[in-house]
């Protein structure tokens, strides 16, 4: 396949970047800054680009067959790179004929009734308030993929993210809590985010991953 990937500098999209390549598919990785991304590979391409100005990306969209987005933010103020962003990302699609969309999000959004107290007063009083404005905007984001038209989406939800090795042993739920959820390494969830591209089970999906 021929895929495109946003936020490919962070540590989830690089390894998405990583993977994809050592599957065989063709990546074109939309960084800002391409001097950063050390990455070299015959089927790579790196293409400056910002997602809040969608004219530096566009015509990369061109004879792809999946754009995957792990767009992230490294501080706490209100952004709106997750919204705006993935609108940007999913009208560049639209324009050139491109259906598949894998998007990351994070499981800190909702709080199933089955988690145990004191983990969900963590969430509730720790996680979302210290993550106020990522949170907000990843709102925006699912309800704008949500509403979208002529787009297959995948919205994956991870836990804790850590730096452990690529398992696939993690669990999944699709369009229900996950209970137990706690943590997933970048790897794993990499790992997912590619086979999600092929499974029809995740497509008009929400979708959460643990380890």
């Given at each position: ?123 509730r009083y720790v996680i979302q308030r210290m993550y106020k404005h990522a949170y907000e ?11 979208s038209s002529g787009i297959t989406w995948t919205v994956v939800r991870p836990p804790r ?51």
């Amino acid at each position: 396949m021929k895929l495109i990937v946003f936020g490919a500098t962070g540590g989830t999209g690089r390894q998405v970047v990583v993977q994809a390549l050592e599957e065989g598919h063709e990546v074109a990785a939309v960084v800002r800054r391409p001097e950063a991304f050390d990455l070299r590979h015959d089927k790579l391409e790196v293409l400056k680009g910002d997602v809040l100005l969608p004219a530096t990306f566009r015509q990369a969209m061109s004879g792809k067959d999946a754009a995957l987005s792990a767009l992230g933010v490294s501080h706490r103020n209100p952004t709106t790179v997750y919204s705006t962003g993935t609108v940007n990302i999913m009208e560049a699609m639209q324009a050139a004929g491109v259906r598949r969309l894998v998007c990351l999000s994070s499981a800190g959004l909702e709080v199933p009734v089955a988690t145990p107290l004191p983990q969900r007063l963590v969430i509730r009083y720790v996680i979302q308030r210290m993550y106020k404005h990522a949170y907000e905007d990843m709102s925006r984001m699912e309800a704008a993929v949500r509403a979208s038209s002529g787009i297959t989406w995948t919205v994956v939800r991870p836990p804790r993210l850590t730096n452990g090795p690529r398992t696939e042993a993690y669990r999944t739920a699709v369009n229900k809590p996950l209970l137990g959820a706690e943590g997933i390494s970048r790897a794993d969830l990499a790992d997912f985010m590619i086979k999600s591209i092929a499974d029809p089970s995740t497509y008009q999906a929400i979708a959460e991953i643990s380890s």
